[in-house]
């Protein structure tokens, strides 16, 4: 797997704006769990540079938080795919052309998946160091 070039937006601005064009009441739940979310980026960041990635859990429960799980994983697919994130996904494939997909490094980038995935860690769905850009066939 090859580095990437770390994204200069901060995440606390991408989930804002991100979750600021959902309607209510979903923008203001999703609005509650921000701290919390923009804390684990924060910790993703810190255990991934110091090789404790596999330490890292999730902080949105199954159970209790089952709704804002759904709606983080649809913030991925409404506005970063396809919305208002949507420069920044095409950033993240941009910054890959050069060096290829992130897992085999032979074919060409053509899509984002998630490093960790977004079906057990919803809160890093759209975190850009969650990105990570892909060939088709390594992403099926």
């Known amino acids: 797997m090859h580095s990437l070039t770390i994204l200069e937006h901060s995440f606390e601005d ?5 979750v600021n064009s959902r309607k209510e009441p979903v923008k203001t ?16 960041k810190s255990k991934m540079a110091s090789l404790k ?38 950033y993240i494939l941009a910054e890959s052309k050069s060096k290829g ?8 980038a053509t899509e984002i998946d998630h490093f960790l995935p977004k079906s057990k860690f919803s809160e890093f769905s759209i ?8 060939c088709n066939r390594c992403n099926n």
């Open 127 to 134: 975190a850009p160091i969650n990105l990570v850009p892909v």
């Open 14 to 18: 991408i989930f804002k704006g991100c």
């Open 53 to 90: 990635g596999h330490t890292i859990k999730t902080v949105i429960d199954k159970q209790s938080d089952a709704k804002i799980k759904k709606e983080l994983q649809k913030l991925y697919s409404d506005k970063m795919v396809k919305g208002v994130a949507r420069p920044i996904y095409e």
């Open 29 to 44: 739940q999703l609005l509650t769990k921000g701290s919390i979310i923009n804390e684990a980026v924060g910790e993703y």
């Open 101 to 108: 997909c992130c897992f085999c490094s032979y074919a060409e």
